[in-house]
């Protein structure tokens, strides 16, 4: 049936068989089979082509084509993300299109995976069959515009995706179905047939700093989540949708990160012999800890829960490892993909923390927990600790996410900015523990991990928060005398996908009193 993958058979008596998108299918409004018949064409073979196709494949897309060229090279070079992570057990030589593919099957075996090794350009589209969306995932101008033509010809909707180092950008074109909660898309559809499809030209296409550039890491996933929440948006519009965008832009190096007026260099290098803590290793973590990865991080993992088949419609790297502990388990796939040793810790935020925090002692923390009782744990005992490392704190809800940076010393911290000093937060910890236990009351595999949890989930808001989260280490790491001010927060809901709001982080007022440290 499809959404259901079988697991192995000793794990039977523990675990149900279970809908890899029972967390999507439980978001109101959620209609898995307009996913399900969708057919979407991705162009590239590169990182961001990767990342958009490995999206689609954990959404549940029914069909994905990659069309594409390049064979695997082999080895694994950090400071080039043009084999793409998922080529990693590609022999050297072989097709990349081929190795791609295999990949994608074994992320999602339920749905149709085809792919054509083809030159970009002119005769790409010809391979392009009668797809629901395109998907452009090049830094190349003639792809996408060759792309772009067909699809116009065609009037299927056609989204631009690129990305380098510390930027990326997404552009979106075409047209949306005229019924139900669609009739928002009006005006987007006025502007399209008077401009958009008309007076197209390379700007809007794709900005001409990206021309042939190495393609990043972290920003290739934020993109990626970026415009697959669009592409979501196309074929099964909600209610809750913010008015259609045509364009988005991120720049870690930029004050403003939503305009492309940071410096054009290269961050890769500013991660070297860097100790990056992951604290999580689900949703938010896989994607964290692969960016980090790969743009040259020593890694360290802690996790205490087991991977489930629920989480497979969001965190890719779980593929083969359901019934494994997160931590080593991802440690193991991250050391296969990378080549580098990747450490781990198999626990949860308790006693033992401050301990190994100061064993890790790490240049940083990112931080992708799902509760408030773990994020408080997490700010109090790093402030407790006497260890003036830098926290990214990174959450991710249904229809986006938050970004939140604190520097003991130099920042309020993470407690003062989320809920302020004079929050009680006693009643809302209370809260999640009994929604917890009723979980373990009703589900024996909820004892030991997150499976079951009735939150609703979706791949695109972590994609984008992790990119996120390393994309602004890049920044902190760049501008240490100039450290990010308010939250960054990807809202799918609203007119701008991105944007910097809150108050500033600066100032340290209140954050090492007992009220605000120890105040839970």
């Not at 997404?170 to 399209?192: C, D, H, N, T, Y």
């Not at 794709?206 to 990043?216: A, V």
């Not at 931080?367 to 990174?394: C, F, Q, T, Y």
Request: proline share 4%.
């Amino acid at each position: 049936m499809m959404g259901v993958i079988p697991i192995r058979q000793e794990e039977q008596d523990e675990h149900e068989v279970a809908d890899v998108y029972d967390r999507q299918r439980r978001i109101e409004g959620w209609m898995q089979g307009k996913i399900d018949s969708a057919k979407v064409v991705v162009v590239g073979s590169g990182q961001l082509s990767n990342c958009v196709s490995a999206g689609c494949a954990a959404l549940g897309v029914g069909h994905v084509r990659i069309i594409g060229s390049g064979n695997v090279n082999g080895g694994r070079n950090l400071d080039s993300a043009s084999e793409g992570f998922l080529l990693f057990e590609a022999r050297k030589g072989e097709s990349k299109i081929k190795a791609l593919t295999a990949s994608l099957r074994q992320i999602n075996p339920n749905i149709q995976v085809s792919g054509i090794d083809a030159p970009l350009g002119r005769d790409a589209a010809s391979n392009f069959g009668m797809p629901t969306t395109v998907i452009d995932a090049t830094n190349n101008y003639t792809s996408k515009f060759y792309s772009y033509e067909w699809c116009r010809k065609q009037n299927v909707p056609f989204i631009s995706t690129m990305s380098s180092a510390t930027k990326c950008s997404v552009r979106i074109f075409g047209r949306q179905a005229k019924s139900g909660p669609a009739m928002i898309l009006e005006e987007r559809i006025r502007a399209l047939i008077n401009s958009a499809w008309v007076h197209v030209n390379e700007a809007d296409i794709m900005p001409g700093i990206y021309e042939d550039l190495p393609q990043g890491n972290a920003t290739s996933g934020i993109a990626a989540g970026i415009a697959i929440g669009e592409l979501r948006s196309i074929i099964m519009p909600m209610e809750t949708d913010g008015r259609p965008v045509l364009a988005i832009d991120y720049d870690s190096l930029s004050s403003k990160r939503v305009s492309l007026d940071g410096p054009k260099q290269s961050a890769n290098s500013l991660f070297y012999n860097k100790t990056i803590l992951i604290i999580g290793g689900g949703a938010i973590g896989n994607y964290t800890s692969l960016w980090s990865c790969l743009t040259g991080a020593r890694v360290i993992i802690a996790d205490g829960d087991n991977f489930e088949p629920t989480n497979l419609n969001r965190q890719i790297l779980a593929y083969g490892a359901i019934g494994k502990k997160k931590a080593s388990a991802l440690s193991n796939r991250l050391s296969q993909i990378t080549g580098r040793d990747v450490g781990f810790v198999i626990g949860y935020i308790d006693e033992n923390f401050t301990k190994w925090l100061k064993e890790i002692s790490p240049d940083l923390i990112i931080s992708g927990v799902d509760s408030v009782e773990a994020r408080i744990h997490i700010n109090n005992l790093v402030l407790m600790s006497g260890l003036n490392v830098p926290i990214i704190d990174a959450s991710a809800g249904v229809r986006g996410g938050e970004i939140y940076f604190a520097y003991p010393g130099r920042t309020k911290c993470i407690r003062y900015q989320r809920w302020g000093p004079w929050t009680d937060l006693k009643e809302m910890i209370s809260d999640e523990r009994k929604a917890a236990e009723e979980r373990r009351k009703t589900n024996r595999a909820a004892r030991e991990g997150c499976a079951y949890s009735a939150d609703p989930s979706v791949i695109m808001p972590n994609l984008v928060v992790g990119g996120l989260a390393v994309a602004e280490a890049m920044h902190v790491f760049t501008n240490p005398s100039k450290l990010p001010a308010g939250y960054l927060m990807y809202n799918l809901s609203a007119r701008r996908r991105l944007q910097i709001s809150g108050t500033d982080a600066s100032g340290v007022e209140n954050c090492y009193t007992s009220k605000c440290v120890l105040g839970v």
